[in-house]
């Protein structure tokens, strides 16, 4: 695909505002351990204790990173009596999720393109 195909696909570049969104979004994403957090839910519903006992975290830890993320739109979460449920209802931000770690192989190294 060369230039011109993407220009015709995306003919204007990203405002600022857009750049800056997605800067603060990779900023949020490039803690391991959010990024832990985010698959985790964008595979099933938990409260902060199942999180935390799924990722091997603290639950003030992960308390903390959770409320972060929130702030920033990249999970959701609902109360069902005294527990508060989150999970990633956003399909760009599952979509991009699943993505990076399709490109990378489980030893760390990129994965080859498909056929």
Known sequence: MGVEDLS????????????????????????????????????????????????????PTVSQHLAKMRLAGLISSRRDGR??????DDPHVVSMVREIFEHIAPDGSLAPDPV
């Open 83 to 88: 527990r508060i449920f989150y999970t990633v």
């Open 8 to 59: 015709s696909e995306h003919p204007s570049a990203p405002t600022s505002a857009q750049v800056e969104v997605a800067a603060e979004t990779f900023r949020m994403l490039a803690s391991s351990t959010r990024l832990r957090l985010v698959w985790t839910l964008v595979n099933q519903e938990l409260d902060v204790s199942s999180l935390a006992e799924a990722i091997g975290a603290a639950v």
